[in-house]
């Protein structure tokens, strides 16, 4: 298996446009994670699915924020207006059914100038 | 609210060496109690998941232990190798919502040759 597949690797953008992060989990895998990690506040949960449906948002830090699963191969992170203190690295990350062990991807590095 | 502490943030110890990592959490209802590795530029690797029924998981050179009522875990690696440089993290699952993990900030290893 491929592991869960993160693109693109890196993204510069300009302050204000729109990013959009992409994630493919491993297939058979029933849940997927999106995570940002910054020096200051270390590994933050932003969003959860299970069987492609949004189950918490909590962790979604203003609404330019949004996140979508169309099927169970994919899904995206949306960002829209981009801010500086957008910068970070966001992870993904899927488990398995019954399985609580999560299996992360490499990452996107966003920066935002 | 639950909070995770690892202390200390920054190790290095000579190779061959046993060594302790520690993780302390202040909620003692949990799920299940993780222990990831990161690697500079990397994604996050699962090392050892311990439910909250259980006192310890092996695998390999790595020994987990679980203190729910003391709110510990240790992750124990037996003789040390360069190779094990990275940054331990742990995680814990609220019993409420098994698949949301709360961080700690991890530490960094240097195992030195």
């Known amino acids: 298996d491929a592991g869960v597949i993160q693109s693109p690797r890196h993204e510069v953008t300009e302050m204000g446009q729109e990013v959009t992060l992409r994630c493919k989990p491993i297939s058979g895998h029933d849940y997927l994670f999106w995570y940002r990690q910054t020096m200051m506040r270390g590994l933050e949960l932003l969003i959860y699915?299970?069987?492609?449906?949004?189950?918490?948002d909590s962790g979604m830090p203003e609404d330019r924020f949004s996140a979508k699963m169309p099927n169970a191969s994919f899904s995206t992170l949306k960002i829209q207006p981009s801010e500086p203190r957008d910068s970070a690295v966001y992870f993904c990350a899927s488990s398995p059914p019954f399985n609580y062990e999560q299996y992360f991807g490499p990452g996107t590095r966003l920066t935002v100038t | 609210k639950q909070e995770v502490t690892q202390i200390p943030a920054a190790l290095s110890v000579p190779e061959g060496e046993n060594l302790v990592l520690n993780c302390s959490f202040t909620d003692s209802a949990i799920y299940n109690l993780q222990w990831f590795r990161q690697d500079p530029g990397k994604g996050l690797t699962s090392l050892l998941l311990i439910q909250s029924s259980q006192r310890e998981q092996t695998s390999g050179r790595l020994n987990a232990s679980l203190d729910k009522s003391s709110g510990r875990s240790t992750l124990y690696i037996a003789a040390s190798q360069p190779g094990d440089s990275a940054t331990y993290l742990c995680a814990v699952s609220r019993v409420d919502s098994n698949y949301q993990l709360i961080w700690g900030a991890g530490t960094k290893l240097i195992i030195k040759p």
């Open positions: 699915f299970n069987n492609n449906v949004p189950i918490d």
